[in-house]
T-cell receptor
Framework: AQTVTQSQPEMSVQEAETVTLSCTYD???????LFWYKQPPSRQMILVIR??????QNATENRFSVNFQKAAKSFSLKISDSQLGDAAMYFC????????FGKGTRLHILP | DAGVTQSPTHLIKTRGQQVTLRCSPK?????VSWYQQALGQGPQFIFQ???????QRGNFPDRFSGHQFPNYSSELNVNALLLGDSALYLC??????????????FGPGTRLTVL
């Protein structure tokens, strides 16, 4: 069965510091997509970053980057220069045909 | 460019009733997926519609049904509501690209409360 595990239910980081959110997944597929979505209190699920499994290069979007380790089935998200607006639930997700989400990590930004 | 829209924002129903939720996809998108997000959990896939047909389905009972219209908008219907159906219902749209759908963009959700 395809599963996505986020082992950190909550994390806190000081404003302007760097934080890494962990995600592991289980699959027998070789071709798939991985995503990090952000869900602020407004509830809108916002795409943060996307990685195609066939690409070895780690995806980067401004202050957000991933560490994709395909053999280890690991897909962590690094947020640099954390800002107050980064406070939200972060969901790791895996997709072949449908999206499977992890349970999320709530990120607090400390001023 | 309008994003994904959903209506209504909030809804309160009683057990046994039926409910219909609506979704309009992002401009240019042809595929709509529905998710149920219980409090404190990640979204769970209900089903996906493409070309007005149910393309895939998650592990949800037949009480959950849907429809897609020629303009790509979609409805989610839930019959015989249970207390456990209380959740945030998210709609996501995407564009079919070859065998797979591309990145999904989510709407703001409909909060359903069943009393």
């Amino acid at each position: 069965a395809q599963t996505v595990t986020q082992s950190q239910p909550e994390m806190s980081v000081q404003e302007a510091e760097t934080v890494t959110l962990s995600c592991t997944y289980d699959t027998s597929e070789s071709d798939y997509y991985l995503f990090w979505y952000k869900q602020p209190p407004s509830r809108q699920m916002i795409l943060v970053i996307r990685q195609e499994a066939y690409k070895q290069q780690n995806a980067t979007e401004n202050r957000f980057s991933v560490n994709f380790q395909k053999a280890a089935k690991s897909f962590s998200l690094k947020i640099s220069d954390s800002q107050l607006g980064d406070a939200a639930m972060y969901f790791c997700a895996y997709k072949v045909d449908k999206i499977i989400f992890g349970k999320g990590t709530r990120l607090h930004i400390l001023p | 460019d309008a994003g994904v829209t959903q209506s209504p924002t909030h809804l309160i129903k009683t057990r046994g009733q039926q409910v219909t939720l609506r979704c309009s996809p992002k401009s240019g998108h042809d595929t709509v997926s529905w998710y149920q997000q219980a409090l404190g959990q990640g979204p769970q896939f209900i089903f996906q519609y493409y070309e007005e047909e149910e393309r895939q389905r998650g592990n949800f009972p037949d009480r959950f049904s849907g429809h897609q219209f020629p303009n790509y908008s979609s409805e989610l219907n839930v019959n015989a509501l249970l207390l456990g159906d209380s959740a945030l219902y998210l709609c996501a749209s995407s564009l079919v690209s070859g065998h797979y759908t591309d990145t999904q963009y989510f709407g703001p959700g409909t909060r359903l409360t069943v009393l």
